[in-house]
Structures are given as C-alpha cells and as structure tokens.
C-alpha cells in the first residue's frame, strides 16, 4: 500500500475513488509483496491486465509478466524496453498518503480477509498500510517558498550494501560544509545499529521530522539525488522534481518516461566532492540558473510524473486514447 497508493491516487483523480474496486477474483496466482501491484481495468467490453511494477531492482517478475498485458514498471535498465515489448517506463514515484486513517483501518482488516490466503508475512502488510499514513499527500509538495540564497539542507540514509551511494552522498555533504558562502544543515540519519563506521562526522544527532523535511528541503539552494538500492531512482528525485527544485545528481541507471536533460531540468555530476562543489558554487552566485532549474523541474514532473499522468498513461496504451 505505501508504494502502491501513488497509481491508488491518480486513479482516484481520473476516475473517483469508487471506480476502484479490491478483489481477488482474479489474482489468485500471487502472493502479497512490497514489489509490485496487479490490477484489471475495465471499459465497457474492453479489458487489459496490468502490473505496476515499483520495484528497486531492474529484474522484471516472470510470472507477472506472463500473466499481463502491459507491465509498467519504474526501475528499467536501458536494455529491457528494446528485449520485452509489453514493458511501459513510468519513471521514479513516492509514497503518499491517499486513506484517513478510519479508511485505512477499514481497508487494511478487508482486504486482508480477502487476500489473507496469499499473505506470507501479515506484520508486514498491515505495517504498509499504517506506513501509508505517516506520508503527506501529493499537495503537501507544491512549494511556495523561496529558497534560501545561503541554505543547503540534505538529510538521507546510510546504506548497507550501498557504499558507492554512501560515498557520493558524503561528498556532498562535505563540498556543502567546506564552502563558506553556504550554511549547511542536515547529514546522515542516525543507525540504529551504528554499523557502518566511517561517518560519524557527518551524521546528525536525531532524525528529522519529516514536516521539517519537506520545509526545508523546499528553502535549500538545491538537493542531491544519487541511484540508492539497487541502482533504483529512489523516492527522493521524485520528491524534488515535485518541490520544482535545482537537483544536482549523479548519472541515472534507470530509463525514464522523458530524458531529464543536463542543465535544463537538473545538474549531473560525476559524484566527486571537487565536481559537487563546482556545482554548488554556480547555483549558490546565479539565482538565474537555480530558477531555471526549479522551473524546468517542476514542468517535467508536471507533464510526467503526476500520478493521474502517469496512471493515464498507463491506461491509454492497455485500452486506447478513449478512455475516460
């Protein structure tokens, strides 16, 4: 549910929330994850089914593939598309919150009664479901505020297998630290275990409210996105394209609905903290490139990513321009 309720919303704006209807008539052959999502859609005697495949990794899940008609999918590699021709890139999403807490509580005990058969791990799924609720809603993102000419603020997490990540993520942090014309808030959320030594220094004492998070994130000069789990986009660039604002990023892995251009939507560096503060120098003295940047940002994720384009997107290749 935390990962599907971004495709639960743009149904619900296109269509309404009762044209959505939770069954498992027709998935009997799957077992509950956290990877993907199966769903049939309807028009009149037309029908498609369709896997929305949220995945960090790039592998493609045989067995839905076999059973669906269209399989969208956010994490492709640059082969895939030419190699499986029911393959649809629908680019990075994130969480969001779409249920009141009654209708998740109410939605959560149904449709556990109507999939429990295929629920491996019943912890987890009612742990998505209340995850769900501490998300904010798509709106929450539109960003009003100016961003701050000398504040850079960039809070992530430290990963396990992850040590290219954790390395580019720590460059950053540093070229922010080491310019004197910025103030630099943020670090590395804290671990639990402590078990990945090596940045205590850049690590910060408690972790962030995720309220603060976005008013934060919404003031900074700019904010950094790296591939994270698997080589995946990861929740945070679809988070800053939908805050408009001037991303510096490494290199994508993944495919993408739509080219993010170098210098246009966004600032691609080779994740050495030299080539970062370069970067960082010329978005902090031009307030002209940074708004060209927050501009170009905000229209990609407009055109691309909101959920009702991207659902509409998906639907129109299952079942034709006419869908309504």
Request: net charge positive.
């Amino acid at each position: 549910m935390n990962y599907a309720s971004y495709y639960l919303e743009g149904m619900r704006r296109l269509y309404g929330k009762n044209s959505i209807r939770f069954t498992s008539k027709y998935f009997s052959q799957f077992k509950h994850n956290g990877r993907h999502v199966a769903l049939i859609v309807k028009q009149g005697e037309r029908s498609a089914k369709i896997i929305i495949d949220f995945g960090d990794v790039s592998v493609i899940d045989q067995k839905g593939y076999e059973w669906c008609d269209h399989y969208a999918k956010i994490n492709i590699d640059f082969e895939s598309l030419a190699r499986h021709d029911k393959l649809l890139s629908i680019g990075p999403s994130f969480g969001i919150r779409v249920f009141s807490f009654p209708e998740t509580v109410a939605l959560s005990l149904r449709n556990y009664i109507k999939g429990r058969k295929r629920i491996e791990n019943v912890r987890y799924f009612f742990a998505d479901y209340k995850a769900q609720l501490k998300r904010r809603r798509v709106e929450d993102y539109q960003n009003n505020k100016k961003s701050n000419d000398r504040m850079v603020f960039f809070a992530s997490s430290l990963w396990k297998l992850e040590p290219e990540t954790n390395l580019f993520r720590a460059n950053f942090i540093n070229a922010a630290k080491k310019n004197n014309e910025i103030d630099f808030v943020g670090g590395f959320s804290p671990r639990i275990q402590n078990d990945i030594p090596g940045f205590e220094h850049l690590t910060m004492a408690g972790r962030i409210d995720f309220d603060e998070y976005l008013d934060l994130t919404k003031r900074s000069i700019t904010t950094f996105s790296t591939p994270a789990v698997g080589k995946c986009h990861g929740w945070k660039i679809g988070e800053f394209l939908a805050m408009g604002k001037a991303v510096i990023s490494t290199p994508l892995t993944r495919e993408l609905p739509q080219p993010l251009l170098d210098g246009v939507h966004i600032l691609y560096t080779d994740g050495s903290e030299e080539n970062i503060a370069g970067h960082l120098r010329a978005l902090q003295s031009s307030k002209e490139l940074r708004e060209t940047l927050e501009k170009n940002a905000l229209a990609y994720f407009n055109e691309n990513l909101l959920p009702e384009k991207v659902v509409a997107a998906i639907f129109q290749k299952a079942l034709g321009p006419t869908i309504q």
